[in-house]
């Protein structure tokens, strides 16, 4: 399994930005997420979503961002918007041999396969 992420870069508060992750080697239907990192802390969950539907995301973001898999090409976005400063990070592009949890994102150690990464910094 390969995941390639794109789309990272710079905005400024209230813009908005698109993260691609290009995946290669996954069943179908499986779930696929970001987490995002930011200085000093753990990855946190972000947003998740699988072919059967179910979406999930962090508290944080939601209203703001969407997830969602272009099947045709194997291909998970996250589109976000009304970007805020705390929105800085990198942002990790993950997977999983099995669906998503329903309501919920679930840790970091329940995917797999990871990403190398894409830095997103949220400017005033």
């Known amino acids: 399994v390969q995941l390639v992420e794109s789309g990272g870069g710079s905005a400024q508060a209230g813009g908005s930005l698109r993260l691609s992750c290009a995946a290669s080697?996954?069943?179908?239907?499986?779930?696929m997420g970001w987490f995002r990192r930011s200085v000093g802390d753990t990855r946190v969950g972000i947003a998740s979503?699988?072919?059967?539907?179910?979406?999930s995301y962090a508290d944080s973001v939601k209203d703001r961002f969407t997830v969602s898999i272009d099947n045709a090409d194997n291909t998970l976005y996250l589109q976000m918007s009304n970007l805020k400063l705390e929105d800085t990070g990198m942002y990790y592009c993950?997977?999983?041999?099995?669906?998503?949890?329903?309501?919920?994102?679930?840790?970091?150690?329940?995917?797999?396969?990871w990403g190398q990464g894409t830095q997103v910094t949220v400017s005033a």
């Open positions: 993950a997977a999983r041999d099995y669906g998503c949890y329903a309501g919920s994102i679930g840790p970091q150690r329940d995917f797999s396969y």
């Open positions: 080697g996954l069943i179908f239907n499986s779930c």
């Open positions: 979503t699988d072919g059967n539907g179910r979406t």
